[in-house]
């Protein structure tokens, strides 16, 4: 079982930054593919990135790309969404996840099989 705990959100102005973290409990972190989505409020949960275990690949979400960096530290068992030039259509709770699945769709929701409970992100004058 693995347990994932997300932080970083909260309150920026347009173009801004923010860095997330999700923290994943149990062994062989290395192992596991991360990923990051977003739901808005009346809108489907969203991909945004997700980066392999050993973090040589990593996708992301057009909207983001360009604004946006995952990576991870797995001495420290993290996975950070480094976010810069926020919109306010970025305003979402965003969910950490996780799969022990080497090779897939990295995009999908299904691909992934833990979840953490997600953290807002606002972004508002």
């Known amino acids: 079982q693995v347990q994932l705990v997300e932080s970083g959100g909260g309150l920026v102005q347009p173009g801004g930054s923010l860095r997330l973290s999700c923290a994943a409990s149990?062994?062989?972190?290395?192992?596991?593919?991360m990923g990051w989505f977003r739901q808005a409020p009346g809108k489907e949960r969203e991909f945004v990135a997700a980066i392999s275990g050993s973090g040589s690949r990593r996708y992301y979400e057009d909207s983001v790309k360009g604004r946006s960096t995952i990576s991870r530290d797995n001495a420290k068992d993290t996975v950070y969404l480094q976010m810069n030039s926020l919109k306010p259509e970025d305003t979402a709770v965003y969910y950490c996840?996780?799969?022990?699945?080497?090779?897939?769709?990295?995009?999908?929701?299904?691909?992934?099989?833990?979840w953490g409970q997600g953290t807002q992100v606002t972004v508002s004058s």
């Open positions: 996840a996780a799969t022990w699945r080497s090779s897939g769709n990295y995009y999908a929701k299904d691909f992934y099989d833990y």
């Open positions: 149990g062994r062989m972190f290395s192992s596991l593919a």
